[in-house]
C-alpha cells in the first residue's frame, strides 16, 4: 500500500519507517524544508532513530520524505501525527485543520485517513472529518475510510517502542474500523479496537491525565513531607511495598515533554468551553506541576541561606540536566529549564551540563570532571534536575559542597538534600 505520514516528528518519523520496513511503500510528508532535506540526506533528529536505520531505509526505496503536497496523490492510507500544541494557554488544532485541508486535495474513493496527534473527544468527527469532505466532494464512512489512533511513543524508551506497544484503532464505521485496524495490524505486534473514535480520543487524554495527576499528588506529598520533617522517597518506597491498589509515582522539578503539560489542557478546556463544566483535578494538578519549579527554587534559595549565609544572587549553581526526561535531547516543556531560567532571573551565576544538548544554553558534555574540565569545588550549589546516566554520581558526592537532588537519585547525606 501506498502510506503518507503527514508529519516527521517524534511520533510521525518511527511510524513512517516501520511502515517501509513492514513493505509498504511511504511518503514521508514535512512541510519543514529544512527537515526534509536532513531526512533526504540520511541524518535523523529524533534521536530514536538512528541514521544507519534512516539510510538503510531510504536506501531500499521503500521511504521517500517530501514538502510538496503533490507526492500525497494516490494513497492508501494517510495517518496525521502533526503537534497540537497549546497557544495563549489554549488548544491549538491549527496543525491538524491544515492536515485535513492538504490531504482533503488528494483523498479517493476507498482511502483512509487516520488521526494520531492527541486531541480531546469529538475532534476527528468534528474537526478533521467536515474538512475532508468540504475538501474532497466524498462522504466519510461511505466513499472513504476516517479512524484515529492515538500515539503512545515515548521518547527514550528502549523498552516500550511502537511496534510492541499495544495500539488503540478505532473508526467513523465499523468498515473505517477494519481498515484502521488492518493497516496497523502490518505496523505493530497488537492493536486494541475501541467502540468509537471519542473513546478513543478520551482514553489517550486520560493515559496522560492519570500520570498528571499522580505526579501532582506526589510533588505535594513532597512539599508536605518536607514540612513535617519526613524523608518522602523512604515513604514512598514502603508504600510500594503493598502488592494491590498502589502504583508508585515519583516526585520530581515538574512535568515536561510533549504530553504531560498539555494533553489534560485539552480534555480540561473542552468541558469547560463547550459544556460549562469544570475537570477539577486537571486544574489543580495543572497548578500544582506548573509550580514545582518555583519551589525547586525555594528550596535551594532556603538551603543556601540556611547552610552557607548567602542569597541565589552571585551563587556559582552547576545544573545537572536539561531535558525533561533522562537518556533524551527532549527539551520541550522542560521544568530543568524553567528552574535554570528562574534561577538566573535571579541574578545566580548558573552552569548547565547535558550531555545531550548543544544549545539553549547548554554545554553539550558529560559529567566526569576529566571529561568536562569543571571542578564541582567550584560551586556553592549543585542542583540534580534531570538525572542522565552519563552522571557520575559518586563523584558528585564526594566532591560537592552541597547537592540538592529533585529526582531521588542520590543517597541522602549531610550536603545532600533529596526534594
Known amino acids: 500500500m501506498h502510506i503518507c505520514v503527514l508529519g516527521q516528528g517524534y511520533v510521525g518519523l518511527p511510524l513512517a519507517l516501520q511502515a517501509a520496513e513492514a513493505g509498504h511503500i511511504v511518503t514521508g510528508y514535512e512541510p519543514d524544508q529544512r527537515r526534509c532535506e536532513s531526512l533526504a540526506a540520511g541524518s535523523s533528529y529524533i534521536e530514536d532513530i538512528e541514521s544507519t536505520r534512516l539510510q538503510r531505509v531510504l536506501s531500499s526505496g521503500a521511504y521517500t520524505p517530501s514538502s510538496d503536497p503533490k507526492d500525497l496523490k494516490g494513497f492508501d492510507v494517510a495517518v ?12 491549538d488544532l491549527s496543525c491538524v485543520r491544515e492536515a485535513g485541508r492538504t490531504l482533503a486535495t488528494w483523498i479517493e474513493p476507498g482511502a483512509t485517513v487516520v488521526l494520531e496527534s492527541t486531541t480531546h473527544p469529538g475532534t476527528t468527527r468534528d474537526v478533521l472529518v467536515p474538512l475532508l469532505e468540504m475538501g474532497s466532494g466524498l462522504v466519510a464512512g461511505r466513499d472513504f475510510h476516517v479512524g484515529f489512533s492515538p500515539e503512545r511513543i515515548d521518547p527514550g524508551n528502549a523498552e516500550w517502542r511502537l511496534e510492541n506497544t499495544p495500539k488503540i484503532v478505532a473508526g467513523l464505521t465499523d468498515a473505517c474500523l477494519q481498515r484502521v485496524k488492518a493497516f496497523y495490524d ?87 468551553t463547550q459544556h460549562g463544566q469544570t475537570f477539577r483535578l486537571i486544574e489543580l494538578a495543572q497548578d500544582i506541576n506548573e509550580s514545582q519549579p518555583d519551589y525547586v527554587v525555594r528550596r535551594l534559595q532556603d538551603s543556601l541561606s540556611r547552610r552557607f549565609r548567602r542569597s541565589v544572587h552571585g551563587a556559582r ?15 520541550r516543556q522542560s521544568p530543568a529549564v524553567q528552574v535554570i531560567d528562574r534561577l538566573r532571573a535571579m541574578g545566580a551565576d548558573v552552569t548547565v551540563v547535558d550531555p545531550y544538548l548543544g544549545d539553549g544554553g547548554c554545554q553539550a558534555i558529560p559529567f566526569a570532571a576529566e571529561e568536562s574540565g569543571i571542578s564541582v569545588a567550584d560551586f556553592h550549589a549543585v542542583v540534580v534536575l534531570t538525572p542522565h546516566g552519563q552522571f557520575d554520581l559518586e563523584q558528585l558526592a564526594a566532591e560537592a559542597a552541597y547537592v540538592l537532588d529533585t529526582r531521588g537519585v542520590m543517597p541522602a547525606a549531610e550536603h545532600i538534600e533529596r526534594l
Do not use: Q
Open 80 to 91: 496525521i501525527t502533526v503537534p497540537t500544541p497549546l497557544t495563549d494557554r489554549s488548544p
Open 186 to 272: 502490518s505496523v505493530t505486534e497488537v492493536t486494541v479496537p475501541a467502540s468509537g473514535v471519542e473513546e478513543a480520543e478520551l482514553a489517550k487524554v486520560f493515559e496522560n491525565t492519570y500520570r498528571h495527576v499522580n505526579i501532582a499528588l506526589v510533588n505535594e506529598l513532597s512539599r508536605m513531607a518536607h514540612i513535617l520533617g519526613v524523608d518522602v522517597w523512604n515513604t514512598l518506597d514502603l508504600a510500594a511495598t503493598k502488592p494491590f491498589g498502589f502504583t508508585k509515582f515519583l516526585p520530581g522539578p515538574g512535568v515536561g515533554g510533549h504530553c504531560l503539560p498539555i494533553d489534560p489542557v485539552y480534555l480540561s478546556h473542552h468541558v469547560k
Open 317 to 331: 549553581v552547576l545544573a545537572l540536566g536539561a531535558a525533561y526526561k533522562p537518556g533524551t535531547a527532549d527539551a
